[in-house]
């Protein structure tokens, strides 16, 4: 897929020690998401730990956002983010998709699949 109508992807990727891209970096670090949930809400909330239970960041990621994934994938719930384009906080934890009280998953980040980890166009 194309990017989002608006969104205009960020420069080259940063390279690496020795200026080449990581191959052998952990899963999922680099993968780029766009914000799909939050339209009603102004946004997705960001927190400044991992845990459920850390501080909520005053400002919330706007949806359309587009962020970088910083954190490993582990269980794959929840990813520390850095924004590359849209409204929000720099930096921050947020979860991928949130379980309603119906039993049913709503996704809030989807991944953008238009671009590789290393940066280069599919």
């Keep these: ?34 914000v799909v949930g939050g339209s009603h809400k102004g946004g997705i909330l960001v927190r400044s730990g991992r845990s ?6 005053e400002r919330r990621l706007a949806t359309g956002a ?18 590359l384009t849209g409204e929000g906080p720099d930096e921050g ?11 049913n998953t709503l996704q809030l980040l989807r991944r953008q699949d238009g671009m590789d980890q290393s940066g280069v166009a599919k």
């Design 1 to 34: 897929g194309a990017p989002a109508a608006g969104v205009a992807w960020p420069g080259p990727r940063r390279a690496c020690r020795g200026g080449a891209m990581s191959q052998d970096r952990p899963k999922g670090v680099g993968q780029w998401w766009v």
């Design 93 to 103: 934890w947020v979860s991928v998709s949130i379980q309603l009280k119906n039993g």
């Design 52 to 57: 459920l239970g850390t501080g909520k960041l």
């Design 66 to 83: 587009v962020v970088e994934q910083l954190s490993p994938d582990d269980n794959g719930d929840r990813i520390l983010y850095h924004l």
